[in-house]
Structures are given as structure tokens and as C-alpha cells.
């Protein structure tokens, strides 16, 4: 789902203090729900622009012993890949000019246990707004034909000001399993 309309630079956004306690705060939440546990494969993003930056939540998953992946944009299609990040990768200015991984051990978008995204906004259904490429859309669509909840658990990233009203859904739009915000926790209900 994109909207032109909607800027993540205005001013009232946060300040940098701020944004870094919403950053550490969110490390603790995803603790504390059980998301960094020891040997789960999990997902996140070197981030863009004004994102949430999730790094202090991927240093502590990496110091807790979890296998933090990062997604790279493919030639063709919009299936993401993943790439584990360890101390040996090169990396390579992507798509976007966002940084990846050039080479690493891949996992599958089935074999994560845990995948956080970036977002422009969210509602409180928690539809997420994306950057309008449709990647992650496509990349877990096999989670819309699931009666029973199954892995991976899609977990969106953001600040308490990206929290909109009511989004427009598009049939094909995630929705997600949590958003945190450092502040708050939104949990979906069906699941
Ligand atoms: N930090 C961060 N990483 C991320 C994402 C993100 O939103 N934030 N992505 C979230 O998905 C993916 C990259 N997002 C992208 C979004 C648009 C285009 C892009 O080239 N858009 C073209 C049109 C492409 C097309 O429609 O086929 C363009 O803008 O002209 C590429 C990557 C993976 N990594
Ligand atoms: N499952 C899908 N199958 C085919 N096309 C899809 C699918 N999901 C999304 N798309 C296509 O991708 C386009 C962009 O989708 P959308 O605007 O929802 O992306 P987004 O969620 O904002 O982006 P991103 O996930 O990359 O941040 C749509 O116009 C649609 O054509």
C-alpha cells in the first residue's frame, strides 16, 4: 500500500533523543515478548530515510545469539531474499540506495521465525503502509492462505506519530502480528 501523501520527514516527527529511546525501547519490548530468543531466525533491515532504525534491536538479537537476516531486492520480481549478517559479508548499495549484503548464507522467507519491517504508517487493524514497492507483500503472500497461524510472525516497526486513523486495504496488503513502538504494543486479535 503507498500514499504520496504521506511524508515521514515533517516536523513533527521526533527528535533524536527521542528516536533513540523509541530505538532502545523497542529492543526491550521485542525481548520481552519472546521475539530475540536464543537460535530463532530473524529478520530486519538496514533502514532508509527517517525509519525506525532497528540496529540496536539486531545488536542485541546478534549478542543474545539470535540469526539476524537482512533482505535483498532480486533482478526480477519482487520475492526479497535473506542474507544472514555476521562479521564477514561485503556489502553493496542496493535498490533505493539502502545498504545489502552482497553475499551470506541465504534463508528462505518460510524458514524465519520472526521478521520486522519498516513502515510509513499503520492503523490500528494494524494494515501496514509500505514504500510502495509491494516486496514484502509478495514475499510472505503464502501467509494469506493459512487457517492455522504459522511461522514467520510479522512484527512492523514504527513511531507512535506513523499511527494513522484508518488505512485504505488492498487485498493483497500483510497484516501484521505487532507493531512496536517503544511506547506502545499493538497486537493483531485473530492471531
Ligand atoms: N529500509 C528498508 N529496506 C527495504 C525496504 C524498505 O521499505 N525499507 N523494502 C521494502 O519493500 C525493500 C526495498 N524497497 C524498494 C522499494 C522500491 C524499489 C524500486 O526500485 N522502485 C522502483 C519501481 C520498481 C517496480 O515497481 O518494479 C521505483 O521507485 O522507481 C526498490 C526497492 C527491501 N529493503
Ligand atoms: N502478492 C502480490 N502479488 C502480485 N503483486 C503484488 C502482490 N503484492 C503487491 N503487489 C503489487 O505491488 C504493488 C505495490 O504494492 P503496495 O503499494 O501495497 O506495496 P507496499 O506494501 O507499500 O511496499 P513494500 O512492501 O515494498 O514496502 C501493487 O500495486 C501490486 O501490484
Known sequence: MRSAAFD???SCFNTPL??????SAVAIQAKQLGLLRRGLKVAAYVPAGSEFSPWLLMLRA?????????PQVPKRGRKLTFVRLDAKNRWKLGPQNILELQSG??????????VFLPLLGFDSNLARLGQGGGYYDCTFEFRRWRRVWK???LVGL???????????????????DYI????????????
Open 8 to 10: 515521514t520527514s515533517c
Open 18 to 23: 527521542e528516536r533513540h529511546a523509541a530505538e
Open 62 to 70: 546478534i549478542s543474545g545469539g539470535v540469526e539476524v537476516y537482512l
Open 105 to 114: 548464507v541465504p534463508c528462505s522467507p518460510r524458514d524465519l521465525d520472526i
Open 151 to 153: 511461522k514467520p510472525r
Open 158 to 176: 514504527a513511531f507512535d506519530v506513523q499511527h494513522v486513523e484508518q488505512l485504505a486495504v488492498d487485498t493483497w496488503d500483510l497484516r501484521l
Open 180 to 191: 512496536l513502538s517503544g511506547q506502545r504494543i499493538w497486537r493483531n486479535p485473530n492471531r
